[in-house]
Nanobody
Framework: QVQLVESGGGSVQAGGSLRLSCAAS????????????MGWFRQAPGQELEGLGV????????TYSDSVRGLITISTDRVKKTLYLQIDGLHPEDTAVYYC????????????????WGQGTQVTVSS
């Protein structure tokens, strides 16, 4: 099985920063972590799901969506099996539920189809 638990969300003033975490566990992830593609997505109220960026567990470089490149930093701890999302310069429009999602093999980019296993973490940005 796969279990993803997002954390680190909360309320922050515009211009502030947050660091979100996604702890992965379960037999499938524990056994095949080396071949996974992990990604961060978000869904604002009344909006479609938006891919932010992805990273392969065997690659130190992340791939970001053009719309958010430079605003976020995605990294992973291969030992802890944890995915991170650093968000800087937050704006009120960044208010959304942020999800960590996984993809077992295949293409690894923000437009690929991922599987959501967690419940997300709420980020609320005020003016």
């Amino acid at each position: 099985q796969v279990q993803l638990v997002e954390s680190g969300g909360g309320s922050v003033q515009a211009g502030g920063s947050l660091r979100l975490s996604c702890a992965a566990s379960g037999y499938t992830v524990n056994t095949y972590w080396w071949r996974f593609c992990m990604g961060w997505f978000r869904q604002a109220p009344g909006q479609e799901l938006e891919g932010l960026g992805v990273i392969r567990t065997d690659n130190i470089y992340a791939t970001y969506s053009d719309s958010v490149r430079g605003l976020i930093t995605i990294s992973t701890d291969r030992v802890k099996k944890t995915l991170y999302l650093q968000i800087d310069g937050l704006h009120p429009e960044d208010t959304a539920v942020y999800y960590c999602e996984a993809k077992d093999g295949g293409a690894c980019n923000p437009r690929a189809t991922f599987t959501r296993w967690g419940q997300g973490t709420q980020v609320t940005v005020s003016s």
